[in-house]
Nanobody, 121 residues
Framework: QVQMVESGGGLVQAGGSLRLSCAAS????????MAWYRQAPGKQREFIAV???????NYADSVKGRFTISRDNANHTVYLQMNSLKPEDTAVYYC???????????????WGQGTQVTVSS
């Protein structure tokens, strides 16, 4: 069984910063990509950022230059540093990990429970 536990959301004024964390625990053999997504009210979930096991990163255009994704492979944790936040960044943020629970299993996607980020104007 694998769990993904997020933390770090909250309320912040426009221009402020927040740091999200997401730790994977349980039966984990290896983790490939780790990523962040978000879903605003009435909208579909959208991709924000991804980081490979080797550290390569990719970002959505809407957050490029403001958000930074990083990871701690030893502790199965992914982070999202969010700077220069805007009201349009308000959403529930979800972490995602592509992982194998055992050497003989396939890769599966696991999701965190979501953490609310609210940016006031």
């Amino acid at each position: 069984q694998v769990q993904m536990v997020e933390s770090g959301g909250g309320l912040v004024q426009a221009g402020g910063s927040l740091r999200l964390s997401c730790a994977a625990s349980g039966s984990i053999f290896s983790i490939n990509n780790m990523a962040w997504y978000r879903q605003a009210p009435g909208k579909q979930r959208e991709f924000i950022a991804v980081i490979t096991r080797g550290g390569s990163r990719n970002y959505a255009d809407s957050v490029k230059g403001r958000f930074t994704i990083s990871r701690d492979n030893a502790n199965h944790t992914v982070y999202l540093q969010m700077n220069s936040l805007k009201p349009e960044d308000t959403a529930v943020y979800y972490c995602n990990a592509e992982l194998r629970s055992h050497w003989y299993t396939s890769l599966y996607d696991y999701w965190g429970q979501g953490t609310q980020v609210t940016v006031s104007s």
